[in-house]
Each structure stands twice: as structure tokens, then as C-alpha cells.
């Protein structure tokens, strides 16, 4: 259970084709919406209602294969994206300052920071977020879903452009993680845009001197294609008419609510289990070892 459900940070993003008529006259923290994959069996769906502790009364966003390809399609291969809406979720508006906070099961590839970031980055704040599946899969569609709940329920029109940009952020600090690991690629995301909102870059020679300076204060050997890469997307970032104080501040909660969570006694309890039976394993190596 604690391998497929991860507790942590963050978040994913995308979209508004098809509009559905659900609206939230007066969002409040504690409003609820779900999102469901078009494609899940009536025994699938059910299943994901009762994991979410969601009812069929809750508000409820169906998300289609097309609308995935749609806002993922330049990113990532039709073939990773798959023919098949599965990925669904719940996101439950939290009071200003709360953050946001990520809660995934079955999800493989995107991490709880990811969709924290790309999130933030389409101007999603303060919600507590859940995202599932039936199967293991990339995680990568959930985020259209969660963007398009977030507008229905707090009636906010996320620009398309931005939309488009948190996708690809995803996207593409799920494939650095692959070469430096979950954690440091999350980090160089955060610290680009916490030092894009204290102090704006003007130029692209300034932000690739940026993140070339990031880098290397976290101890990342960045290619030539990713440095690249970075720096295109960030360009195109920082030309959007995005709230870069709200988007520090959000980056700020996550942190908080990961230091929460660690702290939490529960938590503390699995780690000490844990450091426990990594020390009753040493010692049986040693009694092998040493006979």
C-alpha cells in the first residue's frame, strides 16, 4: 500500500474543450469535484468512487481519450498517452494559504511534485488532490481533468496558453527525472521559478545562465537537449501573465506541507519500522558474512 500510495506535495493540469454545465455559485473550501475517465468500465468507475470516498451525487467531470491527446499530443508520444481515458480524481478546495496537496495511487511516472508544479504554473492554488486509477499508468492524463474541475469549481477561466505550458512542464520534468531522479529535477523546477520571481530575466543568455547556475548549486549535470529544453520552455513561461508572487507562494505551502507530512507521527512511525528493518537486515549480512 505505501509503494502505490504516495503522500507528499504536490500535482497535474490541463484543459476546457467541452465545458460541462457544472458550476459552483460560491466556491468554499470543502467544495468537492471528481473527474472520471471516460473510458472506465461501470465497475471501474464505481471502484474509483468508493477509493475517493466520492458518490455518483458529487459533482462529476468525464474526461476523453481526444482531450488527453489534445493537450499532451505535443509532448509526450500518442502511444504513451494510450487510446484509453483512465486516470481520475477528486480535488477538494482548501482555505487560502492551505497549498496544495498531492495524493496519487497507481500513478507511475508523475510524481506528486510534478502535478504540485504544473498546477501551480496553470494558477491552481490551495486544494487537496487526489489521483488514481484502475491499473498502473503514466499519471500524465490526470492533469487535463484536474484543470478542467478547477475552473468548473472556482469558475476561473485558466488562459489556454498557460494550460499548455503546465502540461508540458510535466512532461518535461517527468522524462529529466529519469536522469537525475524525481526529487532533483522538482527542485531545479521550484528554485527557476522562485529566482524568475524575485529577479525576472530579460534575456535567454540570462535564463540559461540561470539554470546553468541552479544546476550547479544542486549538483546536476544537465545535457546540452535539457539545458535546451529548459530554456525554451522557461522563455515561453515567463512571457505569460502569470502571478509569479502567488506562484512562490504556492511553492512555499508545498514545501510546508511536506515538512508537515514527514513530521506527521504516522509517518515517523513508518520510518522508524522501516530504519528498524534495514537494521535487522545489515545485521543478518553480518552474521552471514562473518561465519
Same mark, same amino acid.
Given at each position: 500500500?505505501?509503494?502505490?500510495?504516495?503522500?507528499?506535495?504536490?500535482?497535474?493540469?490541463?484543459?476546457?474543450?467541452?465545458?460541462?454545465?457544472?458550476?459552483?455559485?460560491?466556491?468554499?473550501?470543502?467544495?468537492?469535484?471528481?473527474?472520471?475517465?471516460?473510458?472506465?468500465?461501470?465497475?471501474?468507475?464505481?471502484?474509483?468512487?468508493?477509493?475517493?470516498?466520492?458518490?455518483?451525487?458529487?459533482?462529476?467531470?468525464?474526461?476523453?481519450?481526444?482531450?488527453?491527446?489534445?493537450?499532451?499530443?505535443?509532448?509526450?508520444?500518442?502511444?504513451?498517452?494510450?487510446?484509453?481515458?483512465?486516470?481520475?480524481?477528486?480535488?477538494?478546495?482548501?482555505?487560502?494559504?492551505?497549498?496544495?496537496?498531492?495524493?496519487?495511487? %497507481?500513478?507511475?511516472?508523475?510524481?506528486?511534485?510534478?502535478?504540485?508544479?504544473?498546477?501551480?504554473?496553470?494558477?491552481?492554488?490551495?486544494?487537496?488532490?487526489?489521483?488514481?486509477?484502475?491499473?498502473?499508468?503514466?499519471?500524465?492524463?490526470?492533469?487535463?481533468?484536474?484543470?478542467?474541475?478547477?475552473?468548473?469549481?472556482?469558475?476561473?477561466?485558466?488562459?489556454?496558453?498557460?494550460?499548455?505550458?503546465?502540461?508540458?512542464?510535466?512532461?518535461?520534468?517527468?522524462?529529466?527525472?529519469?536522469?537525475?531522479?524525481?526529487?532533483?529535477?522538482?527542485?531545479?523546477?521550484?528554485?527557476?521559478?522562485?529566482?524568475?520571481?524575485?529577479?525576472?530575466?530579460?534575456?535567454?543568455?540570462?535564463?540559461?545562465?540561470?539554470?546553468?547556475?541552479?544546476?550547479?548549486?544542486?549538483?546536476?549535470?544537465?545535457?546540452?537537449?535539457?539545458?535546451?529544453?529548459?530554456?525554451?520552455?522557461?522563455?515561453?513561461?515567463?512571457?505569460?501573465?502569470?502571478?509569479?508572487?502567488?506562484?512562490?507562494?504556492?511553492?512555499?505551502?508545498?514545501?510546508? %506541507?511536506?515538512?508537515?507530512?514527514?513530521?506527521?507521527?504516522?509517518?515517523?512511525?513508518?520510518?522508524?519500522?522501516?530504519?528498524?528493518?534495514?537494521?535487522?537486515?545489515?545485521?543478518?549480512?553480518?552474521?552471514?558474512?562473518?561465519?
Amino acid at each position: 500500500m505505501m509503494k502505490n500510495v504516495k503522500r507528499s506535495w504536490v500535482l497535474l493540469l490541463v484543459f476546457s474543450l467541452f465545458m460541462p454545465m457544472l458550476v459552483f455559485a460560491d466556491a468554499a473550501p470543502g467544495d468537492v469535484i471528481v473527474t472520471l475517465g471516460d473510458s472506465l468500465s461501470a465497475e471501474q468507475r464505481q471502484a474509483l468512487l468508493n477509493e475517493m470516498g466520492a458518490t455518483e451525487n458529487d459533482p462529476i467531470v468525464y474526461v476523453t481519450n481526444e482531450e488527453e491527446h489534445q493537450y499532451l499530443g505535443d509532448y509526450i508520444s500518442a502511444s504513451q498517452i494510450g487510446t484509453r481515458a483512465l486516470s481520475s480524481s477528486k480535488i477538494t478546495l482548501q482555505e487560502s494559504g492551505a497549498g496544495i496537496n498531492v495524493e496519487t495511487h %497507481n500513478i507511475k511516472w508523475v510524481s506528486e511534485a510534478m502535478y504540485a508544479n504544473a498546477l501551480i504554473t496553470a494558477g491552481v492554488e490551495d486544494a487537496d488532490i487526489y489521483v488514481t486509477a484502475p491499473v498502473e499508468v503514466s499519471g500524465t492524463a490526470a492533469l487535463t481533468g484536474l484543470i478542467k474541475a478547477y475552473e468548473i469549481a472556482t469558475e476561473i477561466e485558466i488562459p489556454e496558453e498557460q494550460k499548455q505550458i503546465a502540461n508540458e512542464e510535466m512532461v518535461t520534468t517527468a522524462e529529466l527525472s529519469e536522469s537525475i531522479g524525481i526529487e532533483q529535477a522538482t527542485e531545479l523546477m521550484n528554485r527557476v521559478k522562485e529566482e524568475i520571481a524575485n529577479n525576472p530575466v530579460e534575456t535567454e543568455d540570462d535564463l540559461r545562465e540561470l539554470i546553468r547556475r541552479i544546476a550547479e548549486e544542486l549538483g546536476i549535470t544537465l545535457t546540452d537537449e535539457e539545458l535546451n529544453g529548459l530554456v525554451s520552455l522557461f522563455m515561453r513561461m515567463k512571457d505569460l501573465n502569470i502571478d509569479w508572487n502567488q506562484v512562490q507562494e504556492q511553492i512555499t505551502n508545498v514545501r510546508d %506541507n511536506l515538512g508537515e507530512f514527514l513530521n506527521r507521527e504516522e509517518t515517523q512511525g513508518f520510518i522508524r519500522s522501516f530504519l528498524e528493518f534495514i537494521n535487522s537486515l545489515i545485521d543478518s549480512l553480518r552474521g552471514v558474512f562473518s561465519s
